[in-house]
């Protein structure tokens, strides 16, 4: 707090060292679970007292300050309040395909779910391996291709447990990260799995419709999947992730807002950690 107000009101709150002492050391020592009504007492006068200090110098709006609900205007124009449309939020539920059901169902009888539910293990590890199935098949990491293929299946004879390996096998090689990396043009990759089929539809819809979508993901393979997807449409798109430098994210942001002609724009959801400026879209996707 004192760094912010140092530059834009230097000397308001003296130097450093005496903030500290006169404020910030009183503050914390009355908000200590061990402090006593002395303390606190203390703590709020001398907030009281900051607060009243700064507050000529600080201006807090919130939204429901500057913007008014389609609901509030009650179908009147008013023209000195902007309006912003409520937020509409849908989760999706989608069936998985059968490859991602059977690496579902085989990663469940591993050992490392096994040590999950015997809690000699953390579930985090198993959990992020369930939810990458889910996601794609093709994000699985060869560890933990192994770790399924390596699998030990409950209750099966011999045959029944050669065969579900060989099957098993045969789909993680279909599968396996390197194929989904490569520049594609096969849709097989795309059709791996639910999501990113239900996800090129409904771009393809809102495309139709003359949306522009922002579409967030936590990993870079997934849009890379979606990204290849788009270029078989021809499409114009945008993409934003880890691997740019702060200029290169900030031009492909300015050329999403400025072109219409752009309906889409891929990003991991990391990127946003600093703010981004995409006013231009009207729909968000999280895959």
Not at 14 to 26: M, P, R, T, V, W
Not at 110 to 120: D, I
Not at 163 to 178: D, F, P, V
Request: aromatic share 6%; hydrophobic share 40%.
């Amino acid at each position: 707090m004192h760094s912010l107000f140092d530059l834009v009101c230097p000397g308001l709150l003296g130097c450093a060292k005496d903030f500290k002492l006169n404020f910030s050391n009183q503050i914390a020592q009355g908000s200590d679970k061990h402090a006593t009504s002395g303390d606190r007492e203390r703590a709020a006068i001398v907030a009281e007292s900051l607060r009243k200090q700064v507050a000529p110098y600080m201006l807090r709006r919130e939204k429901k300050d500057v913007f008014v609900t389609e609901e509030d205007t009650n179908g009147a124009k008013n023209e000195t309040c902007q309006t912003i449309s409520k937020k509409k939020d849908f989760v999706v539920w989608l069936r998985l395909t059968s490859n991602q059901m059977k690496l579902y169902n085989a990663f469940l009888q591993t050992e490392s779910v096994r040590m999950a539910l015997n809690r000699t293990a953390s579930p985090l590890s198993a959990l992020s391996i369930l939810k990458k199935i889910c996601d794609h098949p093709g994000l699985l990491s060869e560890k933990a291709q192994e770790s399924i293929n390596a699998q030990s299946f409950f209750g099966q004879d011999e045959d029944d447990l050669k065969s579900n390996r060989e099957s098993l096998m045969s789909s993680i090689q279909a599968l396996r990260k390197s194929d989904v990396l490569q520049e594609i043009s096969k849709s097989s990759q795309l059709h791996a799995s639910c999501k990113t089929i239900f996800v090129l539809n409904l771009v393809k819809k809102l495309v139709a419709d003359g949306h522009r979508t922002l579409v967030f993901s936590q990993s870079r393979v997934m849009l890379d999947i979606l990204e290849a997807a788009l270029k078989t449409e021809s499409w114009n798109y945008c993409r934003v992730d880890g691997s740019l430098s702060s200029q290169d994210r900030q031009e492909r942001v300015e050329m999403f807002q400025t072109r219409t002609d752009i309906p889409v724009f891929l990003l991991t959801s990391q990127v946003g950690g600093l703010g981004l400026t995409l006013t231009a879209a009207d729909r968000v996707m999280y895959v």
